[in-house]
Each structure stands twice: as C-alpha cells, then as structure tokens.
C-alpha cells in the first residue's frame, strides 16, 4: 500500500492491490496519517466482504423507516390500508418516533400497550397499531434493514378482542334499505347479495361486469389480498341493481365521484358514510353497525345455508381460513338446529344398529331352531 499526491493536489491519494485488482482514489484528506487510516480502512472492508461478512447501514429511526413503509404502501394502491396504517403511525411516534428499529424491544411494547389502554383506548383499536408496528418490522427485515423483530417467537401478545362484527336480522336488512338513499341501497344491495367489500363495489368498472356469460358474474381484479382477484356470480337480487347502474353509467365507473352538483367518471367513489348514517338514524337500527358489517352478514348467512369454508374464502377473495373463521359469526339458533341435527343422527343410527341386531338374532335363532 502506499500514499502520494498528484501535481497541484492538496490531498492525498492511496493505491493498492487485492486479489489483482487495482484500486486508487483519494481520501479527500490533507493530513498524512488521517489518509493512512482511510486506505487501511477501505483495504479492511475488502477484506471482510471476501470472508463473506457484511457492513450493515446504520439502522433508521422508526421515524424515518415509518416514511418508507407508508410510501410502499401507497405505491401499492391500497387506500384504505394506507389510511389505517398512517393512524396508527402517528399513534407509534409519541414513543417510538425517536428510537431505532433496532432499539424498540418487546418490554417497551408492552409498556406501550399498558399507555394506551390506560388512555381508555379498545384492544382493537391497540392490536391495530401493534398490527402496524409488526408490519412495518416484516418489511424492514425483508429489505435488510434489521436482522429480527420483537414480534418474533410470539415475544409480543396482542390483546383479546370484543367482536366488532355485527349480523344483521332479516327484519333489520329491510328497514335499513327503505332508509337508504337509492345510491347506498344499490351498494347495500350488492354487498349482502355477493359479499363484495365495499371498496370493491366502488371501484366497479363496466368492463368487469359481465351480464350475458353464461352464469352472470362481476370480475374483480384488484384488492386487499391477492386472493381479493376473482369472479363472483351475481344473483338474481343484484342482478337489476346492476342492469340500471350500467344503463345509467356515462363512463367506466359503475359508482362515479360525486363533485360539486355532478360526478366525476373517471374516478370511483369513496365512501357513503353520511349516508349510512342518516340510514342508521332513519331505521332505528342500533349500533354500532358499519357498512362493512353487511359483509359479515354476507358471510354468516352463507355459512349458515352449508357453504363450505374454502369456497366461501374463495368467494368472499380472503387470503387465508383464519379470515374466513373471523369474519363469519353463526347465530346461535344456527348452532342448536347443528346440535339438533347431531342429536336425531345419533338417535337414528342408535335405532337402525338396534333393529339390525335384532334382524341378526331372530336369524340366529331361526338358524338353530333348523
């Protein structure tokens, strides 16, 4: 190794040899031994790279590493993901926002989780941020930010739950809809027929909708999971909803943006809450109930008609039977009419084995008397 410096420079430069490969720079430094030092440095770092160990970058600030992740998911159009999860960010950075990703350990977790409930915040509502921070650890493991995450080996617990979910009553499905606006009764009416999530109701797009096949059906082809890209039929009920949405469209968009006095085509719409609320206030339906909960109903009704559980996770585009056993509630009369129908099978099949014994004896006996 050696140093020296070029004509009318004031810096010095190093070169040297490894593995028959020259290198030369400068160090960008005036003093002697400063420069010594880097060029020791830069042939150390050689070395270790050839030994197979790797120089790790600094690890971000969670605040930092926050702004990346919620920018990955806005390129990944998922709108309501993003929104979710840039609530529960500003509710991580109180704690977190100054810390390392690589500092943030499964006790100051827990001590996050015990301010929070102490705020008088929901297990829900805690678990959605935890879910955040878990997320946000999974991709910078991923992209080789960090090594491992407190998430891992179950160090962190997530909070009991108290069913959001609500099913409705049959009676309480037709109040709602005498309720509803004609735009949020179409969107209802699409959602407890098909089991769409309403974003995917929104987004519906003309070319999607496929009215003469053979089976009617709605394609959907992007959302929340990739499972969320599929066919669904269309039902006997949804199908004039849809027959008059398409007659009265002016653009690709089944359910367009409203703007000003009019609607903007070229954009979906992107919610219905003031709706839904004056609908809520008209029938008299207690809450709490989401539009999303017409879903939930979607779901329990369908399990409860015999819909087996991998083609209602198909149907419904869920990522996985977890999801499915979450969003699907059965009423307890569903559940005493499966007990009463195991009950009659166990009588019954008591009753056939008695009388087939008895067959058998009579036989026997008939078989001896000969």
């Not at 005036?30 to 270790?48: D, G, T, V």
């Not at 709602?176 to 009764?185: K, V």
């Not at 009950?343 to 006996?365: D, G, P, V």
Request: glycine fraction near 4%; aromatic fraction near 8%; include cysteine.
């Amino acid at each position: 190794m050696s140093l020296f410096k070029r004509p009318n420079s004031l810096y010095w430069w190093y070169e040297f040899i490894f593995e028959g490969v020259r290198y030369r720079r400068t160090t960008k430094l005036r003093n002697k031994k400063a420069a010594e030092r880097a060029e020791s440095i830069h042939h150390a770092k050689l070395a270790q790279a050839r030994a197979g160990i790797v120089e790790r970058k600094p690890t971000p600030l969670l605040r930092s590493f926050a702004t990346q992740f919620l920018g990955s998911v806005k390129l990944e159009r998922r709108p309501n993901t993003h929104r979710c999860y840039a609530i529960s960010v500003n509710n991580l950075l109180p704690r977190f926002g100054a810390k390392r990703l690589d500092e943030i350990t499964a006790n100051e977790i827990q001590l996050f989780k015990e301010s929070r409930l102490r705020e008088g915040r929901s297990g829900a509502t805690v678990n959605r941020d935890l879910e955040c921070l878990r997320r946000m650890f999974c991709v910078a493991i991923k992209i080789d930010v960090i090594a491992t995450s407190p998430f891992l080996a179950r160090k962190v617990e997530f909070l009991p739950e108290n069913g959001r979910e609500r099913v409705l009553t049959f009676s309480e499905e037709k109040k709602y809809l005498d309720c509803s606006s004609p735009l949020l009764g179409d969107v209802a009416t699409i959602i407890l027929e098909m089991g769409l999530r309403p974003e995917e109701v929104f987004q519906m797009r003309a070319p999607n909708v496929h009215l003469s096949a053979a089976t009617a059906y709605v394609h959907v082809p992007e959302g929340k999971t990739v499972n969320s890209v599929r066919d669904v039929a269309i039902t006997k009920k949804a199908m004039p909803v849809l027959h008059r949405r398409l007659s009265l469209a002016k653009g690709e968009y089944l359910f367009p943006l409203r703007k000003g006095g009019g609607h903007d085509w070229k954009q979906p719409m992107k919610q219905l809450q003031p709706a839904h609320r004056n609908a809520l206030k008209e029938s008299r339906i207690q809450p709490p109930f989401r539009l999303y909960d017409l879903r939930h109903t979607y779901g329990t009704r369908a399990a409860e008609s015999g819909v087996d559980p991998l083609t209602l996770a198909r149907v419904m585009g869920h990522a996985d039977l977890k999801t499915t056993q979450r969003y699907v509630h059965l009423s307890k009369r569903h559940l005493m009419d499966a007990q009463g129908r195991i009950e009659r099978y166990r009588i019954e099949r008591e009753i056939a084995e008695a009388e087939q014994q008895l067959q058998m004896n009579r036989s026997n006996q008939a078989a001896i008397a000969l």
